[in-house]
């Protein structure tokens, strides 16, 4: 393994912040020559870089760069498909949905005040 500058050492931590939001307790491992990220589950080990078909890198910086890509596309994805949502999910949108339409009408009643001037 070659040594890694200070500069390295700062950009590993800060993709592994952005990597641990999507895949806690994430872990760099290597095989050989090869770095790859993984992530242990109760009873399964998931490697996430052959989720989007990345090979094992030779630089544990550029594993941790293309794991912090397939983290932002997997955010992408479940907040984008279509059969990802849940009851609960749903519920708590239209009950927010809700408590902000009830914040506008009252807004909109307080602010109609009278003023004397009429438009025929």
């Excluded at 950009?11 to 641990?20: A, N, R, S, T, W």
């Excluded at 307790?25 to 993984?38: E, H, K, M, R, V």
């Excluded at 989720?51 to 479940?78: G, R, V």
């Amino acid at each position: 393994m070659k040594k890694l500058t200070e500069h390295e050492c700062k950009l590993i931590e800060k993709y592994k912040k952005k990597v641990h939001s999507e895949y806690p307790g994430a872990y760099l491992s290597s095989a050989g020559a090869y770095y790859t990220i993984l992530q242990e589950n109760e009873l399964e080990v998931k490697d996430i870089l052959s989720e989007l078909c990345f090979p094992p890198q030779h630089c544990p910086l550029k594993a941790w760069e293309l794991a912090t890509l397939i983290s932002k596309t997997t955010q992408n994805f479940n907040r984008t498909h279509p059969l990802r949502s849940e009851g609960s999910d749903i519920e708590k949108k239209i009950l927010r949905i809700e408590a902000r339409r009830k914040n506008g009408k009252s807004e909109i009643k307080r602010n109609l005040k009278p003023d004397g001037l009429y438009i025929y």
